[in-house]
């Protein structure tokens, strides 16, 4: 039996996440160990404010733009770091998971990193910036 799939059917839109998170302190991860080095406290927490910023893409474009800043000051407009495109992979109400997708212009893999925001009562408790290809996460918090 050969099954017609609808060539002109919509592709399922992904909710519009839109996110301005200001970091006061991170944590690094490598083999799920936490890195202690000297720019870190004894416990590994590194004390430096991070600005992350999810940012849904144009209707032309599909998912969103994630962009990870090292910044003394409130988040105010785009950051000039280049934005890593990513997808929606897995989303409730206590985590959203997002995956890279495309080639750098450097010739690198995007689909080499992703994000993992972690939500309680709607507000956001931590985002973690996996690094697949290196096994390092970095876990933001306030």
């Known amino acids: ?83 890593i495109p990513m997808s929606i992979v897995h989303t409730n109400k206590y985590i959203t998971v997002l995956k890279g997708f495309g080639v750098h212009p450097s010739g690198g893999r995007y689909s080499d990193y992703g994000l993992t925001v972690r939500w309680t009562d709607q507000k956001i408790e931590k985002i973690i910036f996996h690094l697949h290809d290196r096994d390092v996460n970095i876990e933001f918090s306030k």
């Open 1 to 83: 039996m050969i099954k017609i799939f609808n060539l002109f059917k919509k592709a399922r839109a992904e909710p519009p996440v839109d996110i301005d998170f200001l970091s006061s302190s991170y944590l690094r991860y490598q083999d799920k160990q936490i890195v202690i080095s000297p720019q870190t406290d004894s416990s590994g927490r590194h004390a430096e404010n991070t600005a992350i910023r999810v940012k849904t893409n144009m209707p032309a474009n599909p998912g969103y733009s994630v962009f990870i800043n090292k910044s003394d000051e409130n988040i105010t407009g785009d950051t000039s770091v280049m934005p």
